[in-house]
């Protein structure tokens, strides 16, 4: 039988609707949510990200600021930069792409971004109160996983969650907020001496490892609900998740493709995240 496929573009889309709405009522009481993005120097993959992001602030009527400094930038410049947007009171929120060039030490920028303004759920606290339970602002990614997974109106209380990769970016807090919704979660990740056989126990499986079809339909028990956060670029140019797809989905049952599943997710989980940002700075 043929998988559903889960559309991200589709789901970001309907997000995106109910954000432009609420945005347009903030907008005609005098409020405006306002994104920074930060971006040091010329990878092309980042200036693409960052011009996305740009481009979505715009659709949904944000007000936005767009940094791009030069690859020689030093901690300290990015610093007072960082500090400059914490001040700011028309910025809810500040994104500092990464990666960063090799003279600026990431965490020390993370940390300084304003918890309150960290619109990537990166900063320590934000991942304590994540940790915790408490509210906090949640990465991006690992958010846009969940949302899409409750959108496609699959339970997660009570099933086996089955996560490959273990990030800090993606792998931990996605397993974090798996057992927030009552999943019981497994976490497999380079060193896992029997992945495939846990993988096969998954009702839910995730999967970000970072290598190219990883994960093919021997991995899946038949039905299981398949995530595919990963995004690696082949030598011919094109986008492979860490799922072979055309295998996985012979056996899963609804599946995330790539383009088009998480991808579209994390953009629109940023700009939930700016929302919910300048709702708590308006009172
Ligand atoms: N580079 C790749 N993904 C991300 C992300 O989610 N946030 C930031 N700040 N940089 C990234």
């Known amino acids: 039988m043929a998988a559903t496929i889960i559309s991200g573009k589709q789901i970001s889309e309907e997000i995106r609707h109910d954000i432009k709405q609420e945005v347009d009522k903030m907008k005609a009481q005098g409020f405006q949510p306002g994104l920074a993005v930060v971006l040091v120097g010329e990878d092309p993959a980042s200036h693409v990200y960052v011009r996305n992001k740009e481009k979505a602030c715009h659709d949904l009527g944000y007000y936005s600021e767009v940094h791009r400094l030069s690859a020689d930038t030093s901690q300290e410049e990015l610093l007072a930069m960082v500090h400059k947007l914490n001040n700011q009171e028309n910025i809810h929120g500040i994104l500092v792409q990464l990666p960063l060039p090799k003279q600026i030490e990431e965490k020390a920028i993370i940390d300084a971004i304003s918890p309150e303004k960290d619109v990537d759920g990166f900063h320590p606290i934000n991942v304590g109160n994540l940790v915790i339970g408490d509210d906090s602002l949640l990465p991006c990614t690992p958010a846009g996983v969940i949302e899409m997974i409750k959108r496609t109106g699959i339970e997660m209380s009570g099933k086996h969650a089955v996560v490959i990769g273990r990030s800090n970016i993606v792998g931990k807090p996605v397993s974090l907020l798996l057992q927030r919704e009552n999943a019981t979660v497994t976490m ?11 993988a096969r126990q998954a009702d839910i499986l995730v999967v970000a ?32 998740g860490d799922v072979d797809f055309e295998s996985a989905k012979e056996v899963s049952g609804p599946i ?5 599943g998480v991808g579209p997710m994390t953009i629109t989980m940023l700009m939930q995240n700016t929302l919910v940002a300048a709702r708590r700075a308006y009172g």
């Open 188 to 198: 497999c990740h380079s060193r896992t001496t029997n992945m495939k056989e846990l």
């Open 209 to 240: 490892i970072g290598r190219a079809n990883f994960v093919d339909a021997s991995y899946i028990k038949p039905g299981a609900v398949v995530i595919d956060v990963g995004m690696n670029r082949l030598d011919n140019g094109k986008l492979a």
């Open 256 to 260: 995330t493709p790539v383009p088009g």
